[in-house]
């Protein structure tokens, strides 16, 4: 993106799991994009892959970005919130993810610290 994002990924060998291939697409996507739009300068974002108890696979998303602030954090997933600007969000990406995630029976959450980054971690059945 522009040459000023590094992408680093660390992949796990990690299981097939039985999934709705089209939903996760648009959930990284969606988190990609937030992760990309994030990052004022330059930085870096970490796709991360591992196996859990041999039961579920954990993908982690991590960036360098601006982060979000703590008093907004617990309504991420809420439909139409929106950090963004006035016509540049329509606050449905999280929450899509979120239900997507649990028609999988997984988890998804999000660790994040201003000025230091996000970390979106989803967990799903194998």
Known sequence: YNGKI???KEFSKIKPINANEAQLNQVFLGILLNAI????DQGAIYIRTAMESNQYVRIEIEDTGAGIPTEILGKVFDPFFTNKPV???TGLGLSIAYQFIDAHKGKISIDS?????????IVLPV
């Open 6 to 8: 590094s992408i680093i």
């Open 37 to 40: 739009q994030s990052i004022n």
């Open 87 to 89: 016509g540049e969000g």
């Open 113 to 121: 610290a201003i000025e230091k980054g996000t970390k979106v971690t």
